[in-house]
């Protein structure tokens, strides 16, 4: 099993910036991809960036991409999502995600059903 804690988020003005991270411990020697999903209020949870465990890949929502920036940090087991100019559209309850599937040339999935682990989540709300 891997286990993932999310902290940071909170309330966040239009145009600001932010971090969340996502801790990961257990038997994270099978996690092959970490990954960050959100979910709105009365919409499905979305891919939002995913790295290989190793970071030499990444792959970013078109929602996100050029504004957001995903880092695994190995000597903390982290791995961090940065979000900048955010926007109305970018509030929900962003979740990390873990997947065992290797990830080979692009990335297996971006579907929340392609990922084995899940945090909590926690609550990012962007004022106008």
């Known amino acids: 099993q891997v286990q993932l804690v999310e902290s940071g988020g909170g309330l966040v003005q239009a145009g600001g910036s932010l971090r969340v991270s996502c801790k990961a411990s257990?038997?994270?020697?099978?996690?092959?991809?970490l990954a960050w999903f959100r979910q709105a209020p009365g919409k499905e949870r979305e891919f939002v960036a995913a790295?290989?465990?190793?970071?030499?890949?990444?792959e970013y929502a078109d929602s996100v991409k050029g504004r957001a920036t995903i880092f695994r940090d190995s000597a903390r087991n982290t791995v961090d999502l940065r979000l900048n100019s955010l926007q109305p559209e970018d509030t929900g309850v962003y979740y990390c995600?873990?997947?065992?599937?290797?990830?080979?040339?692009?990335?297996?999935?971006?579907?929340?059903?392609?990922?084995?682990?899940w945090g909590q989540g926690t609550q990012v709300t962007v004022s106008s």
């Open positions: 790295t290989s465990w190793s970071g030499a890949s990444k």
């Open positions: 257990g038997r994270t020697s099978s996690t092959n991809i």
């Open positions: 995600a873990a997947s065992t599937t290797l990830w080979v040339t692009d990335l297996p999935s971006r579907s929340p059903s392609g990922f084995h682990y």
